[in-house]
């Protein structure tokens, strides 16, 4: 089964900007769609961002169209979650995750890595 560690995360001011990183363990994570999502505390976790196997169509929720950019580097099997305009509301850790397809969030199937915490203070 693919492991994917997530990275990146940090403390940032309100407007500024951070990188995810998703690595998968095998090859085989060029032929999925993933998913990027959230938790924030007390709360249900929630999706993000997804991207198909090739990288060729994304989708956003609506909370975060504008902001941030999903992208994949396949020889690198490596996801990446671009975040600009951060603002406190974006507190959470987030998580990626193998999905059917690049809109299909809420059947993700693999396994739930640690996560990265992502604090974004006023």
């Known amino acids: 089964q693919v492991q994917l560690v997530e990275s990146g995360g940090g403390l940032v001011q309100a407007g500024g900007s951070l990188r995810l990183s998703c690595a998968a363990s095998?090859?085989?994570?060029?032929?999925?769609?993933m998913g990027w999502f959230r938790q924030a505390p007390g709360k249900e976790r929630e999706f993000v961002a997804g991207?198909?196997?090739?990288?060729?169509?994304?989708y956003y929720a609506d909370s975060v169209k504008g902001r941030f950019t999903i992208s994949r580097d396949n020889a690198k099997n490596t996801a990446y979650l671009q975040m600009n305009s951060l603002k406190p509301e974006d507190t959470a850790v987030y998580y990626c995750?193998?999905?059917?397809?690049?809109?299909?969030?809420?059947?993700?199937?693999?396994?739930w890595g640690q996560g990265t915490q992502v604090t974004v203070s006023s």
């Open positions: 995750n193998l999905v059917p397809d690049y809109n299909d969030y809420a059947n993700a199937f693999g396994s």
């Open positions: 991207i198909s196997w090739s990288g060729g169509s994304t």
């Open positions: 095998e090859r085989t994570f060029s032929r999925y769609a």
